[in-house]
Antibody, heavy 119, light 106 residues
Framework: EVQLLESGGGLVQPGGSLRLSCAAS????????MSWVRQAPGKGLEWVSI????????YYADSVKGRFTISRDNSKNTLYLQMNSLRDGDTAVYFC????????????WGRGTLVTVSS | SYELTQPLSVSVALGQTARITCGGN??????VHWYQQNPGQAPVVVIY???NRPSGIPERFSGSNSGNTATLTVSRAQAGDEADYYC?????????FGGGTKLTVL
């Protein structure tokens, strides 16, 4: 089954770090750009970051620029999000999502992993 | 930065037509995509590039985009259509979502 499965969420103190992973199955992971989108409790969707298929290009939302780093390992079909200097406002469910070739939307999403930043 | 504006909520009677709007500056010049999200689940794209339906999405879902407003139309609304809906565009290497609209089927 074509799917994305996130992991690595949990409770972390403000100022702490966390690394999220997203494992891809049953599609050619290395062909597609991949992204992270988050959703704070009871709130809407917020795009976080995207990485090109080769990993050479990355883009970030202003809210996380300089604190979060997106990366990928195409040999392991896995996407990552390294989150540093975490703040209360980073509390959210983090989804990974796949971008179809040359398109501006996301056609496959994972179920998400919850990150809670609290002391 | 580009902003998208959606109504917080839209109500529709069972079997009637719901229209959810997404406002943005000259949004008609951009490709607009729509997602449906049920509670506790991941979003699912229901319309891409203004008016295209992915396979598996009922024909009751349609979209349009012109001027400063894009619209998602849900015809013959069913109870199962009750969900949150988000519009989204790509702008200057960023992906922008609207604030979301809760569709209630009465």
């Amino acid at each position: 089954e074509v799917q994305l499965l996130e992991s690595g969420g949990g409770l972390v103190q403000p100022g702490g770090s966390l690394r999220l992973s997203c494992a891809a199955s049953e599609f050619t992971f290395s062909t597609f750009d991949m992204s992270w989108v988050r959703q704070a409790p009871g709130k809407g969707l917020e795009w976080v970051s995207i990485i090109s298929s080769s990993g050479t290009s990355t883009y970030y939302a202003d809210s996380v620029k300089g604190r979060f780093t997106i990366s990928r390992d195409n040999s392991k079909n896995t996407l990552y999000l390294q989150m540093n200097s975490l703040r209360d406002g980073d509390t959210a469910v983090y989804f990974c999502a796949k971008r179809p070739l040359s398109e501006g939307y996301f056609d496959l999403w994972g179920r998400g992993t919850l990150v809670t930043v609290s002391s | 930065s580009y902003e998208l504006t959606q109504p917080l909520s839209v109500s529709v009677a069972l079997g009637q037509t719901a229209r959810i709007t997404c406002g943005g500056n000259k949004i008609g010049s951009k490709n607009v995509h729509w997602y449906q999200q049920n509670p506790g689940q991941a979003p699912v794209v229901v319309i891409y590039r203004d008016s295209n339906r992915p396979s598996g999405i009922p024909e009751r879902f349609s979209g349009s985009n012109s001027g400063n407003t894009a619209t998602l139309t849900v015809s013959r609304a069913q109870a199962g259509d009750e969900a949150d809906y988000y519009c989204q565009v790509w702008d200057s290497s960023t992906w922008v979502f609207g604030g979301g609209t809760k569709l209630t089927v009465l």
